[in-house]
């Protein structure tokens, strides 16, 4: 089945501890976004790649960063810098080769706590 | 600046009932609309895209909407709502065909009645 993993579902951590979040597809997109979802909220852009090796900030990108070595694979790393990282986070991909109207595909997220 | 708007934040309706969902978007290009539906601790999935074609899109689990530039709206309908419909509904915006120009809309919860 084509789709996008993202691993684990919970994750807990201690606070002053990085955690890095997994995304992977095998849908072959070019394009890999990850958003963050607080209760009651609607999505937030935190990183996005465009290709491998590439990948552009977005509006929350403090605390947090990205690296994109292979098409597949988009980890996000949570740093200890990041001041309230208990959310739900996602990850998407989409086709991005030019075609009108390519939407996101989205992985199942992952809900992580910080104590 | 490109936004959306949801213009209500919960909307309830009872099992049998129609579902209207709206959605109100600014932009000066002719944009491409999704309309996405979020269950509880689960990721987004897609119930219809909107792309220059037919204005009225026809989606999953029989629901629709259509597309009317005049008043720059993209409002989500189902004629029967069932209970597995209650669930967050995000509308967004896509303004061109590259890049992460997809625009959210705060999001609607929808609550089914018994």
Sequence with gaps: ?115 | AQSVTQLDSHVSVSEGTPVLLRCNYSSSYSPSLFWYVQHPNKGLQLLLKYTSAATLVKGINGFEAEFKKSETSFHLTKPSAHMSDAAEYFCVVRLDNYGQNFVFGPGTRLSVLP
């Design chain 1, 1 to 115: 089945d084509g789709g996008i993993t993202q691993s684990p579902k919970y994750l807990f951590r201690k606070e002053g501890q990085n955690v890095t979040l997994s995304c992977e597809q095998n849908l072959n997109h070019d394009a890999m976004y990850w958003y963050r979802q607080d209760p009651g909220q609607g999505l937030r852009l935190i990183y996005y790649s465009q290709i491998v090796n590439d990948f552009q900030k977005g509006d929350i990108a403090e605390g947090y960063s990205v690296s994109r070595e292979k098409k597949e694979s988009f980890p996000l790393t949570v740093t200890s810098a990041q001041k309230n990282p208990t959310a739900f986070y996602l990850c998407a991909s989409s086709i991005d080769s030019g075609l009108v109207g390519n939407e996101q595909y989205f992985g199942p997220g992952t809900r992580l706590t910080v104590t």
